[in-house]
C-alpha cells in the first residue's frame, strides 16, 4: 500500500505541472460564454440538457465551478484522470475551449434532487459524517464547491459513491494535493453510501 500511494503523488505533481502550464495560457483572454455553449453541443449527449445529467455513472456539470471543470478537464488531457468516454472528447478540444466550457457549466443553475428523500435516516447519518470528517472546510457550507473544489449538492447519487471508490483505491488522485485521496482513504463503505445519499438530496 505505501508504495501504490508514493506512485499517485508522482503522478498527481506531473498532472499538476502539464495543468499549471494549461490554466496559464487559459487565463490569457476573457472566457465567451455562449463559445463555450456552442462547444457544449459536444457534452449534451452524455451530460445532459442545460448541464444536468440522466445517465448513470455520468456527473451533472450545471452549477459546478469553472476552475473546477476546467482543472478535470485538464488532468483528462494530461492523463493524470482517465476515463474511457472522456478521453476522445478531449482530443477535440483546445485551451479557448477549456475556457469558455467552464465558464458555460458554471453559469448553468445547479442540479436539484429529483426525487424527495426516501431515507432521512440515511440523510442525517451522512450529514453526521460529513460534519466529522470536515466535507464543508473545503466544499463550503452549502457543498456549491469553489474554485478547484467540486460541487456536491444534487449531485448523482451513484455517481458521488463511485468518485469516493476512485479516490479510495487510487483510480483517481484529484488536483496535485491529492487532497480527496486523503480524505477518502479512510472511510467505511456504510459512511461513503450515507455521505453520497445526503449530499445527492441537497
Ligand atoms: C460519451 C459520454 C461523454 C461525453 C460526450 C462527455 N463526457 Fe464528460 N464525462 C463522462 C463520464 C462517464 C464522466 C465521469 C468520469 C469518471 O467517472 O471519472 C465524465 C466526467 C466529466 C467531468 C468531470 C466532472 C466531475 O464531476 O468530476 C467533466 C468536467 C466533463 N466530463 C466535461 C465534459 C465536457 C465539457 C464535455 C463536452 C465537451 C463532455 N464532458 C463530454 C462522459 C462523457
Ligand atoms: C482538503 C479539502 C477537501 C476536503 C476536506 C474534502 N474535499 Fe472533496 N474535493 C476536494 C477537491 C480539491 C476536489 C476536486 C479534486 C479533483 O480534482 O479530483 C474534491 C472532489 C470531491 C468529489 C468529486 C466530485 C466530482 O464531481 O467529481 C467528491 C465526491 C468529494 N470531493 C467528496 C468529499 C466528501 C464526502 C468529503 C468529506 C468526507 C470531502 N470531499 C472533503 C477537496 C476536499
Not at 451530460?47 to 455520468?58: L, P, R, V
Not at 432521512?120 to 473545503?138: F, I, T, Y
Amino acid at each position: 500500500m505505501p508504495i501504490m500511494r508514493h506512485q499517485i503523488g508522482i503522478n498527481a505533481l506531473l498532472g499538476l505541472a502539464l495543468g499549471l502550464s494549461a490554466l496559464a495560457s487559459l487565463s490569457a483572454r476573457a472566457a465567451d460564454i455562449a463559445a463555450g455553449k456552442e462547444k457544449a453541443e459536444l457534452c449534451v449527449g452524455c451530460h445532459g440538457e442545460a448541464g444536468i445529467s440522466q445517465t448513470e455513472n455520468i456527473p451533472s456539470l450545471a452549477g459546478e465551478p469553472d476552475q473546477f471543470v476546467q482543472w478535470q478537464l485538464v488532468f483528462f488531457r494530461a492523463g493524470s484522470r482517465r476515463n474511457e468516454q472522456m478521453q476522445p472528447i478531449v482530443e477535440q478540444i483546445n485551451n479557448d475551449d477549456i475556457r469558455n466550457l467552464g465558464a458555460y457549466f458554471a453559469s448553468l443553475t445547479p442540479p436539484r434532487a429529483s426525487a424527495p428523500d426516501d431515507n432521512p435516516d440515511l440523510s442525517k447519518k451522512g450529514a453526521q459524517a460529513a460534519v466529522g470528517r470536515r466535507c464543508a472546510s473545503c466544499h463550503t457550507d452549502s457543498f456549491a464547491g469553489t474554485k478547484a473544489v467540486a460541487r456536491l449538492a444534487g449531485q448523482r447519487e451513484e455517481y458521488l459513491i463511485k468518485a469516493l471508490h476512485d479516490y479510495k483505491s487510487g483510480v483517481r488522485s484529484g488536483g496535485g494535493m491529492a487532497a480527496m485521496a486523503e480524505v477518502a482513504y479512510p472511510l467505511s463503505e456504510e459512511e461513503i453510501t450515507a455521505l453520497a445519499h445526503y449530499l445527492a438530496h441537497l
